[in-house]
């Protein structure tokens, strides 16, 4: 399985992008989805999670600006941030929780990262 992300870049503060990331490969089941992300000498935190049943967590620092969803399979993932701020700056990473086939178990698989530039 490859997870594959798009979306990021430099953006004003204030302003809005949506990162995307599809998994391709062998994949049975999705039962969880997440953003995470690295800011420079920072330790990586979690940015947005989805699991089955619906659960979703944000980091607070993030909640009511950005919104994690995914497609019916949760094989593609995005995350629309929103009123983006310089603290937002990072390596976002998306997370997959995932089962190849039938008779594996779940594992996680990470994206490979998307840099996000919030100027002020």
């Known amino acids: 399985v490859q997870l594959q992300a798009s979306g990021g870049g430099l953006v004003q503060a204030g302003g809005s992008q949506r990162l995307s990331c599809t998994a391709s490969?062998?994949?049975?089941?999705?039962?969880?989805i997440a953003w995470y992300r690295q800011a420079p000498g920072k330790q990586r935190e979690l940015v947005a999670r989805?699991?089955?049943?619906?659960?979703?967590t944000y980091a607070n620092s993030v909640k009511g600006r950005f919104t994690i969803s995914g497609d019916n399979a949760w094989t593609t993932v995005y995350l629309q941030m929103n009123r983006l701020k310089p603290e937002d700056t990072a390596l976002y990473l998306c997370?997959?929780?995932?089962?190849?086939?039938?008779?594996?178990?779940?594992?996680?698989?990470w994206g490979p990262g998307t840099l996000v530039t919030v100027s002020s």
């Open positions: 490969g062998s994949i049975y089941n999705v039962d969880r």
């Open positions: 989805i699991e089955t049943g619906g659960t979703t």
């Open positions: 997370n997959l929780h995932l089962k190849e086939t039938v008779w594996t178990t779940y594992h996680d698989y």
